[in-house]
């Protein structure tokens, strides 16, 4: 069954304008609906997925956050560091987009088998009023979060600031889209995944900007 999200529709339809203005198809997933439920539920793809692939330089806001443990992080020390990092925005009542995004980020280590010590990967809310730090924990140990997955809140306004800044603001939660970050190391553009990808080929983006 096709997915009816309105923010599903407009990723596709987002990804067929990036895609005329020269930027790599790749192609989607197997037939499926997401739904509600945490991981043992059975997550399954949107048909007529995939996502589309483009390079883009950003300017990391210098914020204070705050992650599942209740720790003050700074997000550019988070991510402008010498390691590769992947990045996503999710919020934990989310029942279409985020279960699929997130479910993947957990498999995404089993993919990468020893290359997985390389990988760094960063999900934050975009429902900072709901997500608090004891949520965010309860709802990454779902998943199985391992050390070097950090999940983050704070501030609407600095929320607000992050998404603006990854050109990912879409004004409301529910009009949230699926989008997946990739930086390798300093000096190089990040990578944008616009759309829904695989565990497999996360790792196969991630291959690409770690060891290139």
């Known amino acids: 069954m096709k997915s009816s999200h309105p923010s599903l529709r407009a990723t596709l339809a987002l990804a067929a304008l990036v895609g005329a203005a020269a930027v790599l198809p790749v192609r989607g997933w197997a037939n499926g609906s997401a739904g509600q439920g945490g991981p043992a539920a059975g997550v399954v793809w949107p048909d007529s997925s995939g996502y589309t692939r483009s390079e ?19 997000l550019r020390e988070l ?8 990045v996503n925005f ?5 029942a279409t987009l985020c279960p699929v ?41 779902e998943y199985g979060q391992g050390a070097r997955w950090t999940f983050l809140t704070g501030s609407v306004q ?16 529910m009009n949230h889209e699926p989008v997946t970050l990739l930086y390798g190391a300093p000096g190089r553009p990040w990578v944008r995944l616009d759309g829904f990808a695989s565990a497999s080929e996360l790792a196969a983006e991630f291959r690409k900007v770690a060891f290139k």
Not at 56 to 74: F, K, M, Q, W
Not at 116 to 129: C, F, N, Q, T, Y
Not at 158 to 173: E, L, M, P, T, V
């Open 101 to 141: 995004m997130v479910k993947v980020f957990s498999e995404v280590p089993a993919r990468l088998g020893a290359d997985a010590a390389r990988l760094r990967m960063v999900s934050i809310s975009i429902d900072p009023e709901h997500d608090t730090p004891a949520r965010l924990k309860a709802y990454a140990r």
């Open 56 to 74: 883009r330089s950003y300017a990391i806001p210098d914020l204070l956050l705050t992650d599942s443990e209740g720790r003050r992080v700074r």
């Open 90 to 94: 999710i919020f934990t009542t989310c």
């Open 79 to 86: 991510l402008a560091t010498d390691e590769p990092v992947m």
């Open 158 to 173: 600095d929320i607000n600031a992050i998404q603006r800044a990854f050109a990912s603001y879409r004004g409301d939660k």
